[in-house]
């Protein structure tokens, strides 16, 4: 795409389409002037000037991954279909909009005190569970606490792990009581387990009934099989444009597909990277390939001989080629990684810090400094950890060739890879699922002392940034602390990240959407029954 | 006829005792499964804590043995007993599924089985005529295709190409039995093709091989018409072996259908099995399995007595 389009005459141009004060001709005509092709403005124009949605239709969407065994406890919730009906049916305190800020959803505003150890949400006092009764504190007291305490199973207990008290302030508003200082707090309440349940008579939440708080309420469901949603209507957000949401389980890929473009449905869920091309042909079908937080890492253990020498690590991540890795291995469906796990589909993204590109004579340089030249080394790898992971060490191994490295791969047995593999092999890949926040991720697998440092790497700044940053209420200033610690994980970390995998979805093209759609998961943040319509 | 009664009660009881060795088979199968059920439930970011207490609300803090006459002894009283991930009763889970496989089965074999026995008496007519060939390389060239490549095969030419027939046989629950049919009528077709070689092979070497016998040569002398010979003299002494095989095909249109079920997105018993395996659900997979075993039981018996049946000596035992 060309850079030197005029942004903000593009957007004025949106707005003047959205309003209908311009036609189609002097939109293409003001478009290419602003530098824009013919055919990405043919498809601004769709996207601005229809975007007036339209109430009605039912949504018939073809869902991956449901199971027989999905069930309707949050605590448990796994499966992607678990993920998109709680979106559906149910509510979170707050939401990722689709252009991955952070929204309100049960909770209408939010509020720190200056040491970011206690946050009151204030709830909306519109939002209603679709047996008629408003949610209360008490209702989003009972939901949140059914994460927590002794005897919790819900898999959200160590995200929770921080809080050490609710209370509810009579006042249709609830605080959290933090051991330590969150700035990210509000970024939590997205987590797709913690939603909004009705409270029993005894103050435990129910979850068996299936009633929720969300844009649409069950008329027919089983699991693993599909269900039906029809619209709530006292639903307390904007949108639920479609009178009814059919979801069908349909795990086989090509099944997905081949429904979509029968027409046998409207939508459907992660799509095959091989087939995406062919899809894309079709002129009934529109494909939506958006950046995400999930990625692929190879960590080096850092204490280990060669990777314990920085230039040994920084030649083998100047060994590898990541936009071919991207085009050959992905057929596009992912972002380019630049090794430190910050993805741009999360909150503060520092955007300043340059693209490391593929450079083998100076790997060649500094493995000469260290005196490491024909470096050998084992990359473990298996099939399992994501479509094509073991053509993509071997690509990597062909690339750092050039640098007069020798990397052997090795092909671990699936089986296992986990326990005997990860965090026991001194260098090996690993997939990551996508994390709400950089310090969700960093806290997780790059902090010191973390059970999952995956590199085992030690760096005091780093270590010393990433307190303050989960501390820091002021974005700027948290921008800048995730600058510097990228920065360090990029130039001394001992990972390497080749790409962040997309979320690739398609729908027919009568089904619009604004245009951004949410990274946090598969189809608009799993939150597409309330946020696309279908075109007049 | 009390002979055959006493049969079918004798068959009946060690059909019992076949099942009740199944299910202690499949139980500790299911045990000795790498991996665990609360890690499987809930994921990555499990906590030490959060598994310890979802073993124990799942009751896998028993020992093994305790956990199956457990279940055994409700089992007996037919209370199969809730699924241990969900925690909703396992006949609630299965017999909707199970009801659909069996109308799936039914109507693959409501087509399959006149089929294949009508075309294995033409090609036992029409021996080595070029009729002959051509259906057994047509029937043979089906039955070695994997079954969601044939799936995959009528999807692209019934459904995409034409769409003549929907590609996924979705069901819901407004629909009259037309609308049943056209929706399943794809896999139906699927399974016709997989089943078929195999009856009409059976039919068509089984009245071959009673060709050579005297009495029917002793029809043709006499100047029966061969047609006549085939179906009134050689198919009623055919009947055992085609019944044994084609009890057999039901058997496996009844069970082994997973394959049909995920390509055409239909609701059967074989995913819900796939999926309790996947989350080691025992009391799910254990009814399932059991539903599968005393499938296979109880056709065989009717195979058995039909066989009897239709053989005047067996009947009639001296």
Known sequence: ?536 | MGDILRLVAKRLGLGLGILLIISAIIFFMVELLPGDIAQAVLGQGATPENLAALRKEMGLDQPALVRYFDWLTNAVMFDFGNSIVTGESVVNTISARFANTLFLAAYAAVIAVPISIVLGVLVALLRNSIFDRVVNVLTLTSISSPEFFLGYILILYLAVKTGMFPAISSLSNDMNLGDLLHRTFLPALTLVLVVTAHMMRMTRAAIINLLASPYIEMARLKGTPPWKVIVKHALPNAWAPIINVVALNLAYLITGVVLVEVVFVYPGIGQALVDAVSKRDFPVVQACCLIFAATFILLNLAADVGAILTNPRLRHPK
């Open chain 1, 1 to 536: 795409m060309k850079k030197n389009k005029d942004q903000v005459l593009m957007d004025r141009l949106a707005d003047a389409a959205r309003a209908g004060t311009i036609s189609r001709r002097s939109f293409m005509h003001y478009a290419a002037a602003a530098g824009v092709t013919a055919s990405a403005a043919t498809g601004l124009w769709g996207t601005s000037a229809k975007a007036a949605p339209k109430r009605g239709g039912t949504l018939r969407v073809a869902q991956h991954d449901g199971n027989t065994s999905d069930q309707h406890d949050p605590g448990k919730y796994q499966s992607n279909f678990e993920i998109g009906y709680g979106h559906t049916v149910r509510a979170y305190l707050t939401m990722i909009n689709a252009d991955g800020t952070l929204g309100p959803d049960v909770a209408k505003e939010w509020s720190a005190t200056p040491d970011a150890k206690e946050w009151t949400f204030v709830l909306d006092e519109r939002a209603t569970f679709h047996n008629g009764n408003k949610v209360t504190a008490a209702d989003v007291l009972a939901s949140i606490n059914h994460h927590r305490g002794d005897d919790a199973t819900s898999a959200a207990k160590s995200l929770l792990g921080d809080v050490v008290e609710i209370v509810d302030n009579g006042d249709h508003s609830i605080t959290f009581k933090l051991a330590g200082p969150n700035a990210d707090l509000p970024w939590l309440m997205t987590d797709y387990h913690l939603t909004v349940l009705p409270a029993k008579a005894d103050g435990t939440a129910d979850w068996q009934s299936g009633i929720g708080c969300g844009p649409y309420k069950v008329a027919e469901l089983e699991f693993g099989v599909g269900g039906r949603f029809v619209r709530h209507e006292d639903w307390h957000g904007e949108g639920a444009w479609f009178d009814e949401v059919e979801v069908l389980v349909i795990n086989d890929p090509n099944a997905r597909q081949t429904a979509l473009v029968t027409g046998d449905v409207d939508t459907a869920s992660l799509l095959e990277n091989k087939t995406l091309m062919l899809l894309a042909r079709d002129p009934n079908i529109e494909v939506d390939n958006i950046s995400s937080a999930q990625a692929i890492t190879m960590p080096m253990h850092c204490d280990v001989a060669p990777f314990d020498n920085p230039d040994v690590r920084m030649a083998l991540k100047l060994s590898i080629n990541r936009q071919e890795l991207v085009d050959k291995i992905t057929f596009g469906a992912a972002t380019i990684g630049n090794d430190f796990h910050h993805s741009p589909a999360m909150p503060y993204f520092p955007e300043a810090i340059p693209q490391r590109e593929y450079d083998p004579e100076k790997a060649k340089s500094l493995l000469k400094k260290a005196g490491a030249e024909g470096l050998t080394v084992n990359l473990s790898t298996a099939d399992s950890i994501t479509t094509g992971a073991v053509d993509a060490a071997i690509l990597y191994s062909e690339h750092a060739k050039a640098a007069g490295i020798n990397i052997k791969v090795v092909r671990e047995p699936n089986d296992g890879y986990w326990s005997d593999v990860w965090l026991v092999k001194p260098w090996c890949m690993v997939t990551w699922g996508a994390r709400p926040t950089p310090d969700v991720m960093y806290s997780l697998a790059y902090k010191s002392d973390a059970a999952w440092n995956e590199s085992h790497w030690q760096n005091e700044r780093f270590n010393e940034l990433l307190l303050q940053g989960k501390a820091e209420l002021d974005n700027a200033k948290r921008m800048e602390i995730y600058h510097e610690m990228g920065m360090l994980a990029r130039d001394d970390g001992g990972t390497v990240i080749p790409y962040f995998p997309n979320f690739v979805y398609a729908r027919r093209s009568n089904v619009k959407h604004t245009g951004s759609l949410s990274p946090a998961w598969q189809m608009d943040g799993y939150r597409y029954a309330s946020r696309w319509w279908f075109e007049g």
